[in-house]
């Protein structure tokens, strides 16, 4: 079954539906990405092993201390990425065509976890979008992006958010597309994904929300399903918060001012897969997030140690949304 999608600004086609993302129509004009699941390209079978140069290693590792994951590039100029269970993943370097192939007794669900996250991450960059590693809400006619690392709360910020009626735009990953002097955040898809510990701390239990599969740690927040909504347009970012360390300061959460040179830095810093950026293609995004940090306000934002202020978070990111949604109304 051919099945279409968008995703990240892309019209996606897959030789099978791939689980988490809403069908959209089919349409007669070629996509921007086709997906083959379930095996690998022809040429992969006529490539030794040994032919292929390791071009990145996670630095995210297992419990055992093994990389989450390997990027190889073969003779041909295909990128493969070697994850730590067994799934595999090739990528054209034009960033139009991606296989995956995984072993038993994984399954589909498994691959799309990696599909729809560092898959499609580094496929965006191949494209030449530049990506941060954030998570996106909207607040009417702009976009809000919360940046930071693993584990910050990018995505506890945003279910929090959602559940207070801002449309979810994207999470994990933000891709950028600048026009006429706007960065746009694109839509990703319909659905969360959470740690069981911010499952409790929004829900109360874990177990109100299903995991993405047997083997996989993560929760999905599936929006429509919890009353939830989606933006599906390309939003303007109107505003950006660094997520820092949680403090047990009595005023927690606060927020803290940015300079535009630090805030270039950080957002260097948490930009997505920029490993195998060339130094042309470096410079490039360099200069693409320093107009993005002069023309959109950056602030740090310092949670609370206690989840369970959560609440007096979202109420100080929607105060200084009121302040941005002023600014877009007089413009």
Request: net charge negative; hydrophobic share 45%.
């Amino acid at each position: 079954m051919i099945a279409d999608y968008s995703a990240f600004g892309l019209s996606i086609r897959s030789n099978v539906p791939i689980p988490g993302l809403a069908l959209r129509a089919p349409s007669a004009i070629s996509p921007d990405l086709e997906v083959f699941l379930g095996g690998a390209p022809s040429e992969a079978a006529n490539t030794p092993a040994g032919d292929s140069n390791l071009v990145h290693v996670s630095s995210i590792t297992t419990e055992a201390g093994e990389a989450a994951f390997k990027v190889w590039r073969t003779p041909t100029g295909l990128l493969r990425m070697d994850y730590f269970d067994g799934i595999q993943f090739w990528l054209d370097p034009g960033g139009a065509r991606v296989w995956a192939a995984w072993p038993e007794p994984l399954l589909i669900e498994d691959a799309a976890t990696y599909l729809l996250g560092p898959v499609l991450g580094w496929l965006l960059r191949l494209r030449g979008v530049t990506c941060l590693h954030a998570s996106a809400v909207a607040f009417g006619e702009f976009a809000a992006a919360f940046v930071g690392c693993a584990g910050a709360g990018k995505s506890t910020t945003a279910a929090a958010l959602a559940g207070r009626g801002h449309p979810a735009v994207s999470d994990d990953i933000v891709a950028l597309v600048e026009r006429e002097g706007e960065f746009k955040a694109q839509p990703a898809y319909p659905y969360l994904c959470l740690w069981q510990e911010s499952v409790e701390l929004l829900y109360g239990s874990a177990k109100v929300l299903p995991a993405f599969s047997p083997s996989w740690e993560k929760r999905q927040l599936r929006l429509a399903e919890n009353r939830l909504a989606f933006e599906e347009r390309p939003l303007p970012v109107g505003a950006i918060f660094l997520l820092g360390e949680r403090s047990d300061e009595a005023a927690a959460p606060f927020l803290e001012e940015v300079a535009p040179k630090e805030a270039l830095l950080a957002l260097v810093g948490d930009s997505y897969a920029t490993n195998f950026l060339d130094i042309q293609a470096r410079k490039k995004e360099f200069k693409l997030l320093g107009r993005l940090v002069n023309r959109v306000p950056v602030r740090r934002l310092r949670p609370h140690r206690e989840g369970g202020r959560i609440g007096e978070l979202c109420e100080l990111i929607e105060k200084e949304c009121r302040g941005v949604s002023m600014r877009y109304s007089r413009s």
